[in-house]
């Protein structure tokens, strides 16, 4: 192996989802691409707003090309990061200076510029299980050590009595995702001030701050009459991390910014830090894109093509027997394995050709998510092999 020894277990790993993504295409030759249901990515299933497009054509069509397409200060575009704070700013009564805002490739860049500028090597971050897995490949990669707190099965909210005893004197960083990915659940304002009481007693008893990276790329998925708390204004030392991969549907674009809070411990600090981290990841965010997100920060997404979606498989599948947990946000159905083998689950689900993915890559095992980011009509056809499959699991 020429690799680092560090990378070898992510460099694996990742074939795992090959091996999925391998499997649906080989089903879909056997058998049709229209009978395989394929609830495995988080891929937005509505197309962009208009005004994505309309915007681009009319940043093409109107500015000077050297500006559209150039270098710019390695945190974007001034004229964007000031229109990101006062968008931030107005609908949550908060005090971001332009200084504050970096725009990133996605929420991935951003976490990963966090993640590089506070981890020496052997430093930890702590996340709440379930939580997205790749987090575990960002923290590796930046050299750090990932410890999960065990889920809250019972509510699945951040499960604050078991923080303590994973916080240790390497501990730097924790990272919360709010709506959250796999489960769809909101934390509520009252979870996120215990969580800052006793990252406050932690401080005291290790002796240096916590930060809070608070992953927040499903911001404007959330349904019915559920509200998202606007993390700082529940907890100090908070980095928003965000996308507008799902909300504007542009994950292939690559666009996103981290907002640091004026109110954190070390803000200068912080600050200049994230500057140079973004610029050895990525140098700078996609110029156009960025221009274009300036025109659309009050786009919202088709919120009620995932709402259908959600009540649609939530409903049939609790009529079945299945144990779900009914969606706050985002668009991922976390479902309980009604069998003890919840890897037997996950392949009984494939010879029923539906996809599924088993959440002990999410740190939570026996349960699955459901990426519900479909066509209705896939959802549609897809509930007679879920029929069969609650059969197939009574038996
Ligand atoms: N964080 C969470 C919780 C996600 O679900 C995803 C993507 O699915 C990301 C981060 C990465 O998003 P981006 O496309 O903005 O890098």
């Not at 159905?333 to 009604?338: E, R, W």
């Amino acid at each position: 192996m020429v690799i680092a020894k560090r990378m070898e277990p992510l460099v694996a790993g990742s074939s795992i989802i090959r091996k999925l993504f391998e499997e649906g295409k080989e089903m879909a030759k056997k058998v049709g691409t229209e009978n395989v249901y394929d609830y495995s990515l988080g891929n937005p299933s509505v197309p962009a707003p208009d005004a994505v497009k309309s915007s681009i054509i009319k940043i093409l069509d109107t500015e000077d090309p050297l500006f559209v397409h150039g270098y710019m200060s390695n945190s974007g575009y001034e004229e964007v990061r000031q229109a990101v704070a006062d968008n931030l700013n107005e609908r949550f009564q908060w005090q971001y200076k332009m200084e504050d805002i970096i725009m990133t490739v996605g929420a991935a860049s951003g976490i990963n510029d966090i993640l590089n500028l506070f981890l020496d090597s052997g430093d930890e971050v702590v996340v709440f299980a379930p939580f997205f897995g790749e987090y575990r490949n960002y923290v590796i990669t930046a050299g750090g050590v990932l410890k999960a707190v065990p889920a809250d099965t019972e509510t699945f909210q951040i499960n604050i009595d078991g923080l303590d005893a994973v916080i240790t004197e390497k501990t730097k960083l924790i990272i919360v995702n709010n709506p959250n990915n796999p489960t769809g659940v909101i934390y509520s304002g009252d979870t996120l001030d215990q969580l800052q009481k006793e990252l406050e007693r932690a401080e005291a008893r290790i002796g240096h701050p916590l930060y809070v990276i608070s992953d927040e790329p499903y911001r404007e998925l959330v349904y019915d009459d559920n509200e998202l708390p606007f993390m700082p204004a529940h907890v100090k030392n908070c980095l928003i991390v965000y996308s507008f991969s799902k909300s504007l549907s542009l994950p292939g674009e690559r666009i996103g910014y981290i907002a640091v809070s004026p109110k954190m411990d070390y803000y200068e600090e912080v600050k200049a830090g994230l500057i140079t981290t973004n610029r050895i990841g990525s140098v700078n965010a996609p110029s156009l894109m960025q221009l274009v997100i300036k025109e659309c920060l009050n786009e919202r997404p088709q919120i009620e093509v995932y709402d259908q979606n959600r009540k649609m498989l939530y409903e049939h599948l609790t009529a079945l027997g299945f144990e779900c947990l009914k969606p706050q946000g985002a668009f991922y159905l976390f479902v309980k394995s009604p069998i003890e083998d919840y890897a037997a689950f996950v392949e009984e689900g494939k010879k029923q050709h539906i996809l599924m993915v088993d959440a002990s890559s999410f740190g939570c095992p026996g349960y699955v998510r459901l990426a519900y980011c479909v066509s209705p009509e896939m959802i549609k056809r897809s509930f007679p092999a879920f029929e069969r499959l609650a059969e197939a699991c009574k038996a």
